[in-house]
Nanobody
Framework: QVQLVESGGGLVQPGESLRLSCAVSGDIFSIDRMGWYRQAPGEQREWVAR???????NYADSVKGRFTISRNNAKTTVYLQMNSLKVEDTAVYYC?????????WGQGTQVTVSS
């Protein structure tokens, strides 16, 4: 079992930055990759970024160059640094972990970008 708890969401203005954190606990050694997803009102959940067990990262085109996914050395926290935020980045952001064949989700944290 893996537990995920997100934090760091909030209200910011366009162009500002925010860093989300995902605290990971449980059987962390079973995790193959971690990622961030988001879901805007009335929209489907979409993938944002991922980091593999080996440290490789990938990003959705919509956030490439603005968002950075990283983790601490102990792999107990995964971050999403979000720069140059846009109104269209407004969503609930979810942390995700894939462990063997099981997918885990956090409860989500709200990010609102508004002037």
């Amino acid at each position: 079992q893996v537990q995920l708890v997100e934090s760091g969401g909030g209200l910011v203005q366009p162009g500002e930055s925010l860093r989300l954190s995902c605290a990971v606990s449980g059987d962390i050694f079973s995790i193959d990759r971690m990622g961030w997803y988001r879901q805007a009102p009335g929209e489907q959940r979409e993938w944002v970024a991922r980091v593999t067990r080996g440290g490789a990262t990938n990003y959705a085109d919509s956030v490439k160059g603005r968002f950075t996914i990283s983790r601490n050395n102990a792999k107990t926290t995964v971050y999403l640094q979000m720069n140059s935020l846009k109104v269209e980045d407004t969503a609930v952001y979810y942390c995700n972990a894939l462990a063997t064949t099981t997918t885990y989700w956090g409860q989500g944290t709200q990010v609102t970008v508004s002037s």
